[in-house]
Each structure stands twice: as C-alpha cells, then as structure tokens.
T-cell receptor
C-alpha cells in the first residue's frame, strides 16, 4: 500500500490567499483525521471523519478553516483567508475502524503564510 | 476535557535504557498510544495499551496503569537512530474513536 498521501508537501503563500491541502487515505480505512503541528501547541486534532462524514470539528480554530471528504479516497482542508499564524505542518492520518490506537500519518504539508 | 503530561526532554546514553513517563486526565478512558516522530518526519505508531500491564515489541515496551492514570514507554539498548520525539496519546473523553496527543518528549542520545 502507498500509505497516506498528502499534497502539496510545501506551500508558501501570502496572507489573505486561499490554501487547499489534500489528502488520500489508505484504502479501506474508515477514519480520516486532520492535525496541525506547531512548536507552541504541539499536535492538535482539527477535525475527523468516519465513513466520509464529519464527526467532530471542535478543533477547527475558526471559520476560516473548512474540511470536506467527498468520497472515501479524498479529503481537503481549506483555509480562506490565510493568516501568518496558520503557518504550521498539517498532517492527515487514517485508520481502520477497530484499530483504536493506531493511526497512519501522511508526510505532512508544511505551510508558510507570509 | 483531557490533558496529558510528559517530560519535554530526556537524555540518555547509547546502549542504555530510558523510560518516558506519561500521566493523563480524562473523563473517560479507553487506551493509551505511543508514537515516534523524527525531525522533519511524520508520527509513526509504536504501541497501544488498553489494559493494565506491559506490552513488549522488540526493544520497545509500553506499560499502563489505569488506576494511576499513568503509562510509560521503555526503550532498551538505545541506538542513535532512537533520537526523536515520543508522544503519548489518550483515547478517551466524550468519544472513543479519537485520540488526543501530548506535547511530546524529545529524546537525546549521547554516544
């Protein structure tokens, strides 16, 4: 299996621009998670999906952030408009339904907002 | 809410044994995971404990005490490649299908 795939790997943009991060989970995995990692805040859970349905978005920092999962093979995390404080590494992870503690992470997208 | 406490840094010598502790507070508890993350890399799964006791996987072992809300990761025969950050993550709270990560422990290994 190819593992979790994320694109782009690096994104540099200017404040106010729209940013879209993409994720392809491992085939057959029922759950998909979006995390953000910074030195100050650590690894924060933003939102997660079960069978393409959003379950908990309480970690999404504000309305500028939105996430979708139109099918089992694809999810997006969008930031509009972006701000410098959004600069972080964004990880997507997936897991099987009964593999409670084991998540497989993608390589991450390093976002820099100037 | 949920909270996890683990040391921010630990230093050990190559070939030695090191223990990384994790204490947690959560309204409902289902299990404790450990992840490793090298600089510039993604977290990778190491272990998951749902029941009290010690789970061993090669040089790594993980322990859980539910009554003490405490767990640890034990790394034996340390190698330089074990230099990384180690995160405990609790499965708990109002939902049993997500895990929340601690801030991580950076392990430095001296030759």
């Amino acid at each position: 299996d190819a593992g979790v795939i994320q694109s782009p790997r690096h994104e540099v943009t200017e404040m106010g621009q729209e940013v879209t991060l993409r994720c392809k989970p491992i085939s057959g995995h029922d759950y998909l998670f979006w995390y953000r990692q910074t030195m100050m805040r650590g690894l924060e859970l933003l939102i997660y999906f079960n069978n393409n349905v959003p379950i908990d978005d309480s970690g999404m920092p504000e309305d500028r952030f939105s996430a979708k999962m139109p099918n089992a093979s694809f999810s997006t995390l969008k930031i509009q408009p972006s701000e410098p404080r959004d600069s972080a590494v964004y990880f997507c992870a997936s897991r099987r339904a009964l593999s409670w503690g084991e998540q497989f992470f993608g390589p991450g997208t390093r976002l820099t907002v100037l | 809410g949920q909270s996890l406490e683990q040391p921010s840094e630990v230093t050990a010598v190559e070939g030695a044994i090191v223990q990384i502790n994790c204490t947690y507070q959560t309204s409902g508890f289902y299990g404790l995971s450990w992840y490793q993350q090298h600089d510039g890399g993604a977290p990778t799964f190491l272990s998951y404990n749902a029941l009290d006791g010690l789970e061993e996987t090669g040089r790594f072992s993980s322990f859980l005490s539910r009554s003490d809300s405490y767990g640890y990761l034990l790394l034996q025969e340390l190698q330089m490649k074990d230099s990384a950050s180690y995160f405990c993550a609790v499965r708990g709270g109002n939902r049993d299908d997500k895990i929340i990560f601690g801030k991580g422990t950076r392990l430095h290994i001296l030759p």
